[in-house]
């Protein structure tokens, strides 16, 4: 089992208590098991996804060959073979995401049980801990390059018009039983978003606190803002960041710092830069900013642009300042 040390600091009674969790390390107990290997079978196959995005390089020229040449039928059908694989492959990504909703809320549920505290969740159930954090890192990991590959919904535009002509021509599509039309709609709407993947979280964060109304609010902030304590003290603390092996478990710790904010920011009535709220945003936003431009700048454009309060007027001053 991972270390779990309580770091006390100047904040602890305002900003509620810090950890530092082994995010390398931590193993499940036999009561974590369960969920743990259901979520496992899911975050597996997240890095070849991942892959496959990097992978994905579209198909640009041969669009743009049929449609200057909308009478050639041999640059028509070369675009829609080009196409098409690649829709096969934005559905594997798309189903991907519905995988990773249901292990978030399956971790959500673990993590936030009235049995425990949020805080005795995170002392005892690490290994689930590490699971949310790896879903999240995953997400913006995807994210980033997502927004990197316009490519994607020129593509699936592309697509969407020329299934529908072909329909009305009582062409044979037999990409309509891979992906038909009630799927199309579905990855249509997902891919619009900027951030598809935090998009899907945010989403089942809200859906999973509207659907346990026995459940208080506060079990799942809590969980939340407690784990972006634990990033934030982890990042700025030599002390326990040179426990971690790796450097890339930096990178880590700030991309699910980021995560949880945004999904704090989304399902808490007041959101996450409020100052009421229970995450240290200064303190988060001047963690970031000390790291290089290149490394962090995706993780601030991601609390610039899909938070949800972060224009409120209650949103202090300072803190829109450093986001600016």
Known sequence: MGNLLKVLTCTELEQGPNFFLDFENA?????????????????????????GLQAYKGAGQEIRDAIQNPNDFTLQERAWNSVCPLVIKLKRFYSFSLRLEEALQSLLECLTCPLLTPTQ?????????????????????????????????????????????????????????????????RMSLFYAEATPMLKTLSNATTNFVTENKSLPLENTTDCLST?????????????????????????????????????????????????????????????????????VEGLL?????????????????NIRAMLQ
């Open 27 to 51: 193993q499940p107990t036999e009561g974590e098991r369960e969920v743990w290997n259901q979520v496992n079978a899911v975050l597996q196959d997240s890095e070849n996804i991942l892959l």
């Open 121 to 185: 969740h995170l002392e005892r159930e690490q290994a689930l801990a590490k699971q949310f954090a790896e879903i999240l890192h995953f997400t913006l990991r995807f994210d980033e390059l997502k927004m990197r590959i316009p490519a994607i919904q020129n593509d699936f535009s592309y697509y969407r018009r020329t299934i529908s002509r072909n329909r009305i021509n009582n062409m044979n599509l037999d990409i309509e039983k891979e992906v038909n039309n009630e799927m199309a709609n």
């Open 301 to 317: 454009n991601a609390l610039r642009f899909t938070t949800k309060h972060l224009n409120d007027e209650s949103t202090p001053k």
């Open 227 to 295: 784990m972006a304590s634990v990033c934030k003290v982890m990042l700025e603390t030599p002390e326990y960041s040179s426990r971690f092996s790796s450097e890339d478990t930096l990178l880590f710790c700030m991309r699910v710092m980021v995560g949880v904010i945004i999904l704090y920011d989304h399902v808490h009535p007041n959101g996450a830069f409020n100052k009421s709220s229970k995450i240290d945003m200064k303190g988060c936003i001047k963690v970031l900013k000390e790291q290089p431009v290149d490394i």
